[in-house]
């Protein structure tokens, strides 16, 4: 597996990978990540790739990340409190 490519953002790191005749988007924030795999012939490669993660679908990355860090502290409050 091999980085082709990156998105600039200032609240992630986005990394475009390629292997196996697939791309995969890797969204990181703190300890969570989200991974998002096309195969090679969907996407002509990593340029049409950044123009479907548009502003509209960063939001959606973003707005994900927020509730598997509740759903991530919630687990690990109710593991405390026991």
Known sequence: MR?????P???MRISIFHMNEKYMVKFEAGPMEQ???FEQGEVKGPEEI???MDEEF???V???FNT???SFK????RTISE
Do not use: R
């Open 50 to 52: 950044e123009k479907i």
């Open 58 to 60: 960063m939001k959606k």
């Open 35 to 37: 991974t998002y795999k």
């Open 62 to 64: 973003l707005a994900h």
């Open 68 to 70: 598997m860090f509740l």
């Open 3 to 7: 980085i082709v490519s990156t998105i």
């Open 74 to 77: 919630e687990a690990k409050q």
């Open 9 to 11: 953002h200032p609240s």
